[in-house]
């Protein structure tokens, strides 16, 4: 008799697309997985990641990689050991207490991750800012979204994304800049074929410093030289302009600031912009008359603009181009930010960064933090604000932050600079990893491990680009001494409100929580009157009307599709705000010693460190091994051909690898992909020394970061590349 089968409705865990999913299992296993022809995000589409979710949960591998045991040591020369749970969490309570006591709130911190689900986020928040004390508590969406969540909301007042994916069937234009849309969002990139096949006059556009698989199915596509997106931007409305593309009505009746701006885009003169981005002048011009003259632009952008020194600005830059040309608040037209994870968005709806409150709110706005406060029941939560991604690490490095907690993320690999971090986590007098695999970089340096369910394990939301959330339940139980992500958070919560004691006004715990349910009512309460207002939506009405797009208030019968088609903004005067923005050179130039651009992306088949789809085969056979692609000509001048190794060497580190013939290069930039870490180059296994010089490309990019955003240039660094 064959074993009953079940089926239940999840998201794909990988991109922030946010397709939905059905896992199906036997009880004890997953045996399958296809996409749910229900869900608004892919109806029924999946993927080759995607389609292959239930390979990386077959049970031999999971013994293989997953993290099942909490493991503990507390002498650092000492391997770990395996420990009880309440062993582990009072050991880790007595070390923070002890630390707390004798250097203050912030001398711990948290790095967490856009992987985790909204309640995980909203409960690691609710411990460092609310029990602990200390606004030192970032994500990995640092590296992936802040620059687009500054671009907003200095622009249109909120970090909400105005548009759908609905718009791209609605789009004359389509604007795709920094993304490489193809490979790194599949699904959406089919809709955009679609709506191409359904509207043949649909232009596209594609700015990019390589001829992508998305830019060579451009209609027109800008091989911009690096960092120079601002200028062409500026550029862009400097025609607008001229060409009289700019719709003066809306400028004068929803926005503010622009006679400014008009000031500055006047030196961006279109040979001045071809010069600066590399491109010729009747590309710019066409560029800009179909963005201008089109019933409705919509832009996809991604880390391309977000990954920069400048990455504020260039958001900024795209927006302005919208405002002014009203190319927003109606449908097929609107700048939309692509997330990179799939839950990069509810991170940032829980406030779960180093300046942010939850429900959207400001860290650095005193009415915000004594709202948070009386929501937590709490006299106050700290002002001192925390530390950011690089920040973090460079404090623990210097010693200011004794007890480093990171869970969900692979910081030894994903982070610039890999011989900081290295030497951070070498220098942390206690290093936390709470994980789901054993296979990453980070593990290595960790003194506790602590065990997490894993995807088809977990019940949540997550919200994708489209600002939609989807309610998921698990398909299975969690494996050996696995617990959630949430539930390891507050039972550590409360060891340590046993030791601190309780700081709420009542007495009573800041963590009274014994389901997702709990913490979801109280998240969503806590956005009552907030722009993402999600009051109205429960899991009930999840469970009944599928995913749903905030806002979502008390009484609604549906979340809004399209944000600002009444032309009124969440700024202070209800209008657009222009920001006068200007060009700037990438933070590292080459010059004669480094004379490459070094640019990194993801390949199609691939998600960030591998850890899960680097456990199945088929997904290989796209690209088998690390490379760094090279223009041909640049190849021919220093006598490579295809396969022989190189040094890449950037001022901070250095790679050998094999140089692959790139004919998407410019001459003068080499790219390697974002996804092989030290268990790749240095063979897979249990490493016998952390400190090997196999970082992959984080060896080499560069920690610079924009001063808005702080969020670091992954995408370019100078380097040499010598004959191994
Ligand atoms: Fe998963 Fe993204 Fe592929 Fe959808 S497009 S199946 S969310 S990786």
Known sequence: MNPPRHETKATCCYCGVGCGVIIETDGQQVTG???????????????????????????????????????????????????????????????????????????????????????????????????????????????????????????????????????????????????????????????????????????????????????????????????????????????????????????????????????????YTPAYVSAVCGIPQADLMQAARWFGASKATLSLYCQGLNQSASGTDKNVALINLHLATHQIGKPGAGPFSLTGQPNAMGGREVGGMANLLSAHRDLGNPQHRAEVAALWDLPSVPSQPGKTAVELFEAVRQGQIKIIWIACTNPAQSMPDQKLIREALRTAELVIVQEAYTSTATVAYADILLPATAWSEKEGTVTNSERRITRFKPALPPPGQTRHDWRIAVDFAHALEARIGCNTLSGSTLFPYDSVEQIWNEHRASTRGRDLDISGLSFAL?????????????????????????????????????????????????????PFALTTGRLRDQWHGMSRTGTVAQLFSHAGEPAVMMNPGDMQRRFLTAGDLVHVTSRRGTQILPVQTGDDMRSGQVFIAMHWGEEYLSGRGPRQNPDDACYGVNAMTNPAFCPSSFQPELKHAAVKVLKA
């Open 33 to 267: 997985v296809r996409g749910d022809p229900d869900h608004p995000a892919n109806f029924g589409r999946l993927c080759s990641k995607g389609s292959t979710l239930h390979l990386t949960a077959q049970p031999l591998l999971q013994q293989q990689v997953r993290a099942l045991q909490p493991e503990m040591r507390t002498d650092r020369n000492q391997p770990r050991r395996n420990a009880s749970w309440d062993a582990t969490l009072a050991y880790m309570a007595e070390r923070f207490a002890d630390t707390i006591a004798r250097h203050g709130p912030d001398s711990v911190a948290f790095y967490v991750s856009g992987q985790m689900l909204t309640e995980d986020y909203y409960v690691f928040n609710k411990l460092a800012k609310g029990l602990i004390g200390t606004n030192n508590i970032d994500t990995n969406s640092r590296l992936c979204m802040s620059s687009a969540v500054a671009g907003y909301k200095r622009t249109l007042g909120a970090d909400a994304p105005p548009t759908c994916y609905e718009d791209i069937d609605h789009a004359q234009v389509i604007f795709i800049v920094g993304s490489n849309t193809a490979f790194a969002h599949p699904i959406l990139y089919r809709r955009i074929e679609d709506a191409r096949k359904n509207n043949p006059e649909l232009k596209i556009i594609v700015a990019d410093p390589r001829r992508t698989d998305t830019a060579r199915e451009a209609d027109l596509f800008l091989a911009i030289l690096p960092g120079t997106d601002v200028a062409l931007f500026n550029g862009m409305l400097h025609i607008c302009l001229w060409e009289e593309l700019t719709d003066s009505a809306y400028i004068a009746a929803h926005t503010e600031g622009f006679a400014e701006l008009k000031q500055t885009v006047r030196d």
């Open 542 to 594: 999840l469970e009944q009307r599928g995913p749903q797009q905030w806002p979502f208030p008390e009484g609604a019968s549906s979340g809004r599709k399209r944000l600002y088609q009444d032309g009124r903004f969440p700024t202070a005067s209800g209008r657009a705000k222009f920001v006068n923005v200007a060009y700037q050179a990438v933070a590292e130039p080459i010059d004669v010693r480094y």
